[in-house]
């Protein structure tokens, strides 16, 4: 049974960091693209980065570049998302996700797996 466990999430301020962290069990991760995506109540589910099984080709949402960074341990089975400068508007329930065709194809929401989420709240 494929496995999505996010953590690292909470409350904190504008322009503070957090790393979130998402460890998968339950399938081969290095032969996976990795990545995030967001969900803030009454909007839709956002893409906002992924990278590839080797960690050589990483994409990232508009909204998020130059602010997050994925990273991924295939070691340890883990993905990471570095979010630095945290806004009012990255509130939101972050879902990590897997996808065997690659970080393009994970992008475009064609993923095999998803998590539960961990929440994100920004105040101002």
């Known amino acids: 049974q494929v496995q999505l466990v996010e953590s690292g999430g909470g409350l904190v301020q504008a322009g503070d960091s957090l790393r979130l962290s998402c460890a998968a069990s339950?399938?081969?991760?290095?032969?996976?693209?990795m990545g995030w995506f967001r969900q803030a109540p009454g909007k839709e589910r956002e893409f906002v980065a992924s990278?590839?099984?080797?960690?050589?080709?990483?994409y990232y949402g508009e909204p998020v570049k130059g602010r997050f960074t994925i990273s991924r341990d295939n070691a340890k089975n883990t993905v990471y998302l570095r979010m630095n400068s945290l806004k009012p508007e990255d509130t939101a329930l972050y879902y990590c996700?897997?996808?065997?065709?690659?970080?393009?194809?994970?992008?475009?929401?064609?993923?095999?797996?998803w998590g539960q989420g961990t929440q994100v709240t920004v105040s101002s």
């Open positions: 990278t590839s099984w080797n960690s050589d080709t990483t």
């Open positions: 339950g399938l081969a991760f290095s032969e996976y693209a």
């Open positions: 996700a897997a996808a065997r065709r690659g970080a393009w194809h994970l992008r475009n929401y064609e993923n095999d797996y």
